[in-house]
Each structure stands twice: as structure tokens, then as C-alpha cells.
């Protein structure tokens, strides 16, 4: 693999069955994603976009295929292994459409989630949070809890906890569905600004045609095929 590529899929394929029905929505999926870059997919409700991102993170088995996340190669059909899932906490950040907040924690603490779970929770990242924060336009909601923010705030907050650990990738799955245009633009261009900064390389599961066009490759998941546009 080119050492500037930093995440790399090979004949990406999966088959979900129903009964004796099948519904091949991955048929040999492949991409690479230079380090720095972004990579935008867009494709109808269902064709598969999620489940591809899923792969990519390792969170879902494929029927065939091969991921290469930096220099880790790894086999797409089988489990992740500890070491593997380990790796991903630094490797990959990943952004949901319905932003996943635990609703009892403040703001500051969703943030530093990862870190406490991991036990390295410390000043340097509380810091980072803080920071990630104030980047995201929210630093003051550091002790809001989730319920009390808007859409738009919440995401925000998903972002940073995404990149509290500088990630080399960040997945994100349709970012701005749940909100409204104006706003969807915000955190958008909060996004890709952030990504730049950080040097995180970027993959973008959107509906929106001029998102998708923000990012430097553009493709389309459509009958099981990733084609560039």
C-alpha cells in the first residue's frame, strides 16, 4: 500500500439473507483514502452506506474482502480482534447521524468518555476537551447535560468527543440528517474545518449534494457498486 493512503478497502462484499432471499448490497467495494483527505458517499436510503461505513470501522463483519487501516491489514470476514478494537480507540473517530450522547453525563463528560473508560483520562485531556469545545462554538454548555441542547449544539459536542482522541480517520454517517438546513451548514463546515486542522482524514456519508461536493473524492453507493463522480 502507498504510505500516503491511509485507510485502504479491497472487494469489500456483503450479502444480508432474508429466508431464502438474499440482498447483495456490497459487490466488491473498494477505496482508498489518502492521509489529509476527505471522501464523500452519497446513495438512496438502504443501499448500503452504513453498512459499509460499519466495515470500514471494523463494528460489522463482511462476507469478503480486506481493510487496511495505515499499515494494519486486516481480514474483513472474520471478528475484530482485542488488539484490533484497542487500535480503532486511537485510529478511527466516528460522527452519528443521531449523536449518541449519554443523556445523564454533561456535556464536558460525554466528551471524555472514551478516556475514562480507557482509565487514561487525565488533565491533557480535559484540556483537549475544552479546547474541542470552544472550537465547536460550545465551550460554554461544558456542564450542560445533552437533553438541554439543540440539535445542532448536540452534534457539535459529537464531533468533539469524536476527535477528543486525534483520530487519523473519522467516519461520518449523514452528520447533519436530524437537522435543519441553516444549521446542517454550520456544523458542516465545523466539520471539514476541524478535520483540516487536525489532519484527520475524512469519509462522509451524506444526502446532500453540496456537502458531498465540499469533500476532495466524491462517489455514489448505488446496486452494490461505489463509482467516483
Known amino acids: ?34 492521509m489529509g483527505s476527505s471522501l464523500s458517499i452519497r446513495g438512496e436510503s438502504g443501499c448500503g452506506k452504513t453498512t ?41 473517530g466516528v460522527v452519528y447521524q443521531a449523536y449518541y450522547l449519554v443523556p445523564e453525563l454533561s456535556v464536558l463528560e460525554n466528551v471524555t468518555l472514551s478516556a475514562r473508560i480507557s482509565g487514561s483520562l487525565d488533565r491533557s485531556f480535559v484540556e483537549r476537551a475544552h479546547d474541542l469545545l470552544k472550537k465547536m462554538g460550545v465551550a460554554d454548555k461544558a456542564d450542560q447535560i445533552p437533553g438541554k441542547l439543540s440539535g445542532g449544539e448536540r452534534q457539535r459536542v459529537a464531533i468533539a468527543r469524536a476527535l477528543l482522541n486525534q483520530p487519523k480517520v473519522l467516519l461520518a454517517d449523514e452528520p447533519t440528517g436530524n437537522l435543519d438546513e441553516r444549521t446542517g451548514e454550520d456544523v458542516m463546515s465545523l466539520l471539514l474545518n476541524a478535520c483540516s486542522e487536525e489532519g484527520a482524514s ?28
Do not use: Y
Open 1 to 34: 500500500m502507498n504510505n500516503s493512503i491511509i485507510l485502504q478497502a479491497n472487494d469489500i462484499s456483503k450479502t444480508f439473507r432474508f429466508g431464502k432471499q438474499e440482498l447483495a448490497v456490497l459487490k466488491s467495494i473498494n477505496l482508498s483514502l489518502p
Open 52 to 92: 459499509l461505513l460499519n466495515i470500514l470501522a471494523r463494528i460489522e463483519n463482511a462476507d469478503a474482502g480486506t481493510l487496511l487501516w495505515g499499515q494494519r491489514s486486516m481480514d474483513c470476514e472474520r471478528k475484530a480482534r482485542p488488539d484490533e478494537v484497542a487500535h480503532r480507540a486511537n485510529f478511527l
Open 202 to 229: 475524512l469519509i462522509l456519508v451524506t444526502h446532500n449534494q453540496a456537502f458531498a461536493r465540499a469533500t476532495n473524492q466524491q462517489s455514489v453507493l448505488t446496486e452494490g457498486k461505489l463509482n467516483e463522480v
